[in-house]
């Protein structure tokens, strides 16, 4: 079975002149390596694709896989993370992860948040500002937190995004309107537990993985789980592993998770990010259905490795995910490249 591998380099968009915070979200080479040395391990043949432009040149070419492994993000646009399915499914190739309609769903916070609420999930209280003159017509109360409605990798997220006042909410919101060129989403500040949940499978077949809490060290932007907090997780941030066994509100977290999976139709791998309020009652923040795969320092192998779970399996996870919602039955045993 020939499993191509789609993917962005945040090398390359570096090389072209992007941000070290604009290409925050792509991966580095030894992610791409690990995937491949673990598709490898399992049996399939490989093909390093690259980006969305890549792809289509591929695809130009006559080139045709079993199946996609899909980890690109995409450059432009709020639905950028749905281009390079978008383009599988043109010609019915089939791929890891969740359809275009679930990834740019998902990466826009303020519609993701709409279709849970309507499910029945509990999510803080939300108000989404597209422009200046929207941000004195949000009367939720305070303290607030905002962030830009369509990134990733806590991008625009700061010490500064706890809003205490009106002031405050005016500064914040026009400067990530500005900055980002995306309406920004402001929701309730919860001030209680962080915990993120890992998944795999789809649909019926869907469970969690396990859950990790987010604890911030001394030295961390305090009470968010900021840009800089996350890209220096090594040192400002303490990951612990939380058990429904011991633990009855990781049980509510875990089962509130299972529900937001399946209610919006995530596929095959990702994590579900939840944080409680004052009275520790847990919230839905956003989904990641596209979840980063570095095996030291991404969240989802993180979890796993806390769970006994080896990263080779966790790509076996995914992969099998995909085959068995796709039909894709052919051996696996080929002689890997």
């Known amino acids: 079975m020939n499993i191509g591998i789609t993917y962005d380099l945040r090398s390359d968009y570096l090389a072209e002149g992007y941000s070290e915070e604009e290409t925050a979200e792509f991966d580095r080479p030894d992610t791409i390596q690990a995937i491949d040395a673990a598709l490898q391990e399992l049996g399939y043949q490989t093909d390093r694709i690259g980006n969305a432009k890549r792809l289509v040149e591929r695809l130009a070419q006559g080139d045709r896989w079993d199946l996609v492994f899909n980890i690109a993000e995409g450059l432009h646009g709020v639905a950028r993370e749905a281009q390079v399915p978008a383009i599988l499914d043109v010609y ?33 209280a939300f108000a989404l500002a597209s422009e200046p003159g929207e941000i004195d017509a949000i ?3 305070f303290p607030l937190f905002a962030k830009p409605v369509a990134e990733g990798t806590s991008k625009g997220i700061t010490g ?11 500064q914040v919101t026009a400067e990530l309107l500005h900055q980002f060129r995306q309406p920004v989403l402001v929701e309730t500040f919860l001030s209680g537990r962080e915990f993120t949940v890992g998944m795999t499978g789809t649909g019926a077949q869907a469970k969690v993985v396990g859950t990790m809490e987010i604890n911030l060290l001394p030295g961390a932007e305090t009470e968010v789980y900021s840009y800089v907090n996350k890209e220096k997780c090594e040192e400002l941030v303490r990951y612990t592993l939380a058990r429904p066994n011991d633990d009855p509100l990781v049980e509510r977290v875990d089962e509130m998770a299972l529900a937001v999976w399946r209610v919006l139709g995530c596929r095959d791998g990702g994590r579900v990010d939840i944080r409680c309020d004052g009275q520790g009652q847990p919230h839905f923040l956003e989904v990641n259905p596209l979840p980063g795969l570095h095996p030291q320092h991404s969240d989802l192998p993180i979890l796993c490795g806390f769970m006994g779970v080896p990263y080779v399996d966790l790509i076996d996870r995914i992969v099998n995910s995909a085959r068995q919602r796709t039909g894709k039955r052919a051996s696996a045993q080929a002689v890997a490249v």
């Open 92 to 124: 019915a190739i089939p791929y890891t992860f969740s359809d275009p309609l679930v990834l740019g769903l998902a990466l826009h916070k303020n519609l993701t948040k709409t279709v849970v609420a309507q499910a029945g999930i509990l999510t803080p």
């Open 139 to 141: 009367k939720l109360p």
């Open 160 to 170: 500064a995004s706890k809003i205490v006042d009106h002031q405050a909410l005016r």
